[in-house]
Nanobody, 124 residues
Framework: QVQLVESGGGLVQAGGSLRLSCAASGRTVSSYSMSMGWFRQAPGKEREFVAAISWSGGSTYYTDSVKGRFTISRENAKNTVYLQMNSLKPEDTAVYYC???????????????WGQGTQVTVSS
């Protein structure tokens, strides 16, 4: 099991930027298969996959709506993953959750470990 703690959420104007952080602790999956990712959920909406990154190779995956605007990265030594969000839009408003599992599960919205979530609000 992996414990995940998100931080960095807040209120920004449309077109602004924000960086989310997720610190992982506890047991982890094999280094060659472990991935971490970000999901978001707006009120009345289903949880949506946003981005993921493999821990060993750094391969990244993004949902179409954030490509070119969001960047996921990680610092292995700190067991931390980041989500840099640029050109934010009101429709990006949601609670953002950090998650950990193999990438195949993350990409379909499933994960063995979830963070508590951090609120991101984008005003128009």
């Amino acid at each position: 099991q992996v414990q995940l703690v998100e931080s960095g959420g807040g209120l920004v104007q449309a077109g602004g930027s924000l960086r989310l952080s997720c610190a992982a602790s506890g047991r982890t999956v094999s280094s060659y298969s472990m991935s971490m990712g970000w999901f978001r959920q707006a009120p009345g909406k289903e949880r949506e996959f946003v981005a993921a990154i493999s821990w060993s190779g750094g391969s990244t995956y993004y949902t179409d709506s954030v490509k070119g605007r969001f960047t996921i990265s990680r610092e292995n030594a700190k067991n931390t993953v980041y989500l840099q969000m640029n050109s934010l839009k009101p429709e990006d408003t949601a609670v953002y959750y950090c998650a950990a599992d193999i990438v195949a599960r993350l990409r379909v919205g499933e994960a063995g470990s979830w963070g508590q979530g951090t609120q991101v609000t984008v005003s128009s």
